[in-house]
């Protein structure tokens, strides 16, 4: 039982004959735990916030359609509901990356190109002190180690945190991070970057 009285079960029953309440209790019982874990997913609020959207509506969908057969298990349904969502919007990202990449190393060709010039300081405000350029060497990277950079570096995530949130083990989660700072030293040093 839960509080209320009534069950996940129960109120999925009742959500399914037409009672909007049940549904309301059920999202109120999980929606912090549900959130919570999208957003470990995610490391992006307004991103975790449209995922949880999508993951209920989907939630919604199946109940009323009576594709619901999870028993006493509900909260752990909607988090694979999640976590597929998730997946799903990674994916899409990866899609409309790959073809940006090409765009992204012309952008990394320019910044180069600005570094290896002799440049006054006015061109140096111009250009947006060093934000511009630690982008784009953070955007050279290979995927998987900048997104490890970033949890860790941006995010404030832990070696446990990453690897549990990326599904590796914690070695490998280390040696993203050791493979991302080896290939951004040599970055600085070929172009002879000053970014202190």
Same mark, same amino acid.
């Given at each position: ?94 899609? #409309? ?6 765009? &992204? !190393? ?5 910044? %180069?190109?600005?570094?290896?010039? @002799? /440049? ?18 953070? #955007? ?6 900048? &997104? !490890? ?5 941006? %995010?404030?995530?832990?070696?446990? @945190? /990453? ?34």
């Amino acid at each position: 039982m839960k509080k209320n009285g009534l069950s996940d079960q129960k109120l999925i029953l009742f959500y399914a004959n037409g009672s909007e309440k049940a549904f309301a209790t059920l999202l109120n019982r999980h929606k912090q735990s549900v959130f919570t874990y999208i957003y470990s997913l995610t490391c992006d609020k307004d991103v975790a916030n449209d995922i949880f959207q999508e993951t209920f509506i989907k939630a919604i969908r199946e109940i009323k359609s009576g594709r619901y057969e999870e028993q006493n298990r509900f909260l752990f349904w909607v988090l694979r509901i999640a976590r597929n969502q998730v997946l799903d919007k990674k994916r899409e990202e990866y899609r #409309r990356d790959c073809c940006l990449k090409r765009q &992204e !190393v012309d952008k990394f060709k320019l910044v %180069s190109q600005i570094i290896s010039k @002799e /440049i006054s300081a006015e061109e140096k405000l111009i250009i947006g002190s060093n934000a511009l350029i630690i982008k784009a060497l953070i #955007r050279s990277l290979d995927e998987d180690q900048r &997104e !490890v950079l970033i949890m860790r570096h941006y %995010s404030g995530m832990s070696f446990l @945190e /990453i690897a549990e949130v990326t599904n590796v083990s914690i070695s490998t989660a280390l040696g993203r991070m050791r493979h991302a700072l080896a290939k951004l030293r040599k970055l600085i040093q070929k172009y002879n970057l000053d970014l202190a």
